[in-house]
């Protein structure tokens, strides 16, 4: 029988104040003016004498696909382990310092950006010094849903699960929860804060327990508090999300199922297509903008796009992808854990997990590539997530076939470690 040793670690990356936060639109000067809670980086790590899994959940919006590589590779140098071994997820909360650096969505700090580097692999390490006998066990329901479908204005089309890995040690339980919606309950806050999977994590830190939150995938998915957002920003909101979730969390690890102490993980690499507007269509965008104050706001960010378009047109008609993003699968006994950099609608969980059962879909994880649309979401030209969130992604929009081509990559991977 093989044994597996589970560890955990944490470190701060809570600012000083005045650093801009990053999300909610275009040039906002929104800066940190008090701390709500600590925003940390957790990390837990696993071994089953073979194969080694780090798993790591960082309060911040996300990081680029590049910051992601040389982070993963940086602490698999400190560890000794392969970097397909790491996956480095965001909870995307936006209400945290800019990491990756999104055009008009906050001005980063390059001396921020070094510290959450270091503070990562600070924590990767205190999970390995950690390490001790564990015994993991799962269980997933449907919960009372915190989100909806922003775009629908219904709870149609959501992923409702609550997924849970409780690692039983002598030191004390690490819970590993996975569930799927934006953290942005309080909108456009200037105070520091981890939204509701902060929240969480602090309920169920208060029950005695360790815990981790992974975000799923949750493209379309709003939290409810934001439907009535003209009565204030909703504080109480957070304690209530985060107590919810931490019983049901409870609830779930009375009846979680033993899994067997074998690890693995596999990577692959795609490239996904853009979609590549003409020259003349360019330059009729820039035209359109003589009549628009270019000095702030969106006007600001529109004229920094299309100058930044008609500069890289050249490459991208030559070559156009977003190159080398990173499809990461990985498996704790018979549970497959999919991660994903980027905004993926909520639907591929719903979908996937029909075939894989047992699931925990990480987003935002390895990277951030952007918003990954159905095909269907397409079909309505003024789609936020489709064609104007990508401007400040990856230059251009995605094809309508990024889905399907996530999705089939996401299943590849996941069938080489089945």
């Known amino acids: ?77 400190d560890l000794g382990i392969p970097a397909r071994s790491i996956a480095a997820a965001c909870t995307h909360t936006h209400a945290a310092p800019v990491v990756q650096n999104l055009m008009g969505l906050g001005e980063p700090s390059p001396e921020y950006i070094k510290q959450v580097h270091s503070k990562a692999r600070e924590a990767a390490r205190r999970a390995a010094e950690d390490a001790a006998p564990a015994k993991a066990c799962f269980a997933q329901q449907m919960i009372e849903p915190i989100g909806y479908n922003r775009r629908n204005g ?20 690490i819970c590993l929860l996975n569930y799927a919606c934006h953290a942005v309950t309080l909108g456009a806050t200037d105070k520091i804060t981890a939204d509701w999977p902060g929240a969480v994590v602090r309920a169920m830190e208060h029950s005695g327990q360790k815990a981790i939150i992974f975000q799923g995938f949750c493209g379309d998915v709003n939290p409810t508090a934001r439907l009535y957002m003209a009565s204030g920003q909703q504080y109480e909101n957070l304690a209530l999300y985060g107590s ?8 779930l690890a009375k009846i979680a199922e033993p899994l067997e102490a074998r690890l693995s993980s596999a990577e692959e690499r795609i490239n ?33 796009w299309v100058e930044t378009a008609l500069k890289n047109l050249p490459k991208y008609k030559c070559n156009p992808y977003l190159e080398n993003v990173p499809i990461h699968g990985m498996k704790i006994g018979s549970l497959n854990l999919l991660a994903l950099p980027g905004e993926v609608f909520s639907q591929m969980g719903v979908g996937l ?29 003024e789609d936020y997530a489709c064609y104007d969130a990508p401007k400040f992604y990856s230059i251009f929009p995605f094809t309508p076939q990024v889905y399907d081509i996530m999705e089939a990559a996401g299943r590849r991977v996941l069938g080489r470690i089945a």
Request: aromatic share 8%; hydrophobic share 35%.
């Open 1 to 77: 029988m093989q044994e597996l040793l589970a560890g955990y670690g944490e470190s701060n990356i809570t600012p000083e104040m005045g650093l801009e936060l990053s999300g909610y639109g275009y040039h906002l000067s929104r800066k940190a003016t008090g701390v709500l809670d600590d925003i940390k980086i957790r990390a837990v790590y696993l071994t089953d004498g073979e194969e080694v899994l780090l798993l790591m959940s960082c309060d911040l919006l996300g990081f680029s696909l590049e910051y992601a590589d040389d982070l993963r590779q940086s602490i698999a140098d």
């Open 154 to 173: 219904n709870f149609k089309e959501i992923d409702p699960m609550l997924s849970e890995v409780v690692l039983v040690r002598k030191q004390g339980n």
């Open 244 to 251: 919810l979730i931490c019983d049901r969390a409870m609830r």
């Open 272 to 304: 996904l297509p853009l979609s590549i507007p003409s020259e003349d269509e360019l330059e009729k965008f820039k035209e359109g903008l003589k009549t628009v104050d270019c000095t702030k706001g969106i006007g600001r960010f529109q004229s920094w």
């Open 353 to 381: 997990r029909k075939t894989y059962p047992q699931l925990f879909t990480l987003g935002y994880c390895n990277g951030n590539a952007g918003y990954i649309p159905t095909k269907a979401a397409y079909g309505k030209t």
